[in-house]
């Protein structure tokens, strides 16, 4: 748990990482057919997309609106350009704290471009802009802004950027989650280490998971040695959590009503599995509504196409996980939409 939440002392969770515009589309084959084995060094491809679809995106944002649709006040921390503003009211008016979000004297904001095939196997590529400047951030002031911080997320961003708030974060003994994702394909095993090593959660899907063991070194009790819980989501199977001298605990997933687009998925987990660990409640039920929120991401395009309501929120919850858990969740969330 990040702490013992009380109904007058709210957890502050602070989520760093990329603040992006998505421009999104959709090739109707499959890119494994379009390779040739044994001329794979040197790949040439264009895919004719069938649709683009420009939506509001980037890692910390997307888990940010996420836990704000949950009923959280989550603290934004990254790099913009003046192209923000309209971005901005838009998180504010879910309930982001965007206050300490950096705005970039000489860039725009990030692009993400992605290309999603009939399998919903992704090809993306991602253009960093003013998410450079991220590395200038300092969390101390944040902190004291907000009277103390109790967990910081440090999701994909600027390497120097993930590094410095991770030393930080030792520094001033403040908790953090690590979540590499996107960043692992660019670092290597030091960075990597350094990344992790300490973390209270360790986040990633089941290829990064690999990916990490493989860069670092360590195998994955070594990886346990290291960090406090490591949480692995696994698409259609749900989700694991890991802890040292714990057997493993499979969460299977929140059934979807139809699948339109993977994109901010997992961001969409972690909103609410954060938002469990906030108000206290197992790890169980953390991946449980983290499950439910990333359906809700995967019955649209974009990562912040969904609405959460309440009713039907807990309707849900309930069909996918049983009335008792449903009851233990409800005393909490308190969705953005009725």
């Known amino acids: 748990r990040v702490a013992d939440n009380e109904e007058n002392d709210p957890v502050r969770i602070a989520v760093s990482g990329s603040i992006a515009t998505d421009h999104l589309m959709t090739f109707p084959g499959r890119f494994g057919d379009q390779f040739v084995a044994d001329q794979m060094d040197r790949v040439s491809l264009s895919f004719l997309v069938d649709d683009l679809q420009i939506r509001r995106g ?20 990254g790099a913009v350009g003046h192209d923000f503003a309209d971005y901005r009211s838009w998180l504010e008016r879910h309930g982001v704290d965007c206050d300490s979000v950096h705005v970039s004297e000489l860039h725009h904001t990030a692009r993400f471009l992605c290309t999603t ?58 908790p953090f989650a690590a979540d590499c994702s996107q960043q692992l394909a660019r670092m290597e095993g030091p960075e990597i280490r350094r990344l992790i090593e300490g973390a209270a959660y360790l986040f990633s899907n089941d290829y990064e998971k690999a990916l990490i063991e493989q860069k ?42 139809r699948k339109a687009d993977p994109t901010g998925v997992g961001d969409a ?67 953005h939409y009725p």
Not at 71 to 77: E, H, N, Q, S, T
Not at 148 to 169: F, K, Q
Not at 293 to 313: I, W
């Open 117 to 174: 095939d009939r399998d919903h196997n992704q090809i993306a590529s991602f253009y960093a802009g003013a998410m450079s400047e991220s590395r200038e951030i300092e969390l101390g002031p944040i902190a004291e802004r907000v009277g103390g911080l109790d967990l910081v997320v440090i999701g994909p961003s600027d390497p120097e950027a993930m590094l410095r708030h991770t030393d930080e974060c030792r520094q001033r003994g403040i």
């Open 269 to 335: 987990f972690r909103a609410g599995f954060l938002a469990g660990l906030s108000w206290g409640l197992s790890l169980e039920r953390c991946a449980q509504i983290g499950n439910l929120t990333a359906t809700h991401v995967l019955e649209h395009v974009g990562g912040q196409e969904y609405e959460l309501g309440q009713k039907e929120f807990l309707e849900r919850f309930t069909e996918a996980y049983g009335a008792d858990a449903a009851a233990e969740v409800a005393r909490h969330v308190r969705c």
């Open 58 to 77: 980037g890692v910390a944002a997307n888990i940010c609106f996420g836990m704000a649709c949950l009923g959280l006040r989550p603290i934004l921390v």
């Open 216 to 257: 670092t070194g360590w195998s994955d009790e070594e990886v346990l040695d290291r960090v406090g819980v490591r949480v692995t989501t696994l698409g259609p199977k749900g989700a694991r959590i890991d802890i040292k001298g714990e057997p493993s605990l499979h969460v299977p997933p929140a059934p979807e009503r």
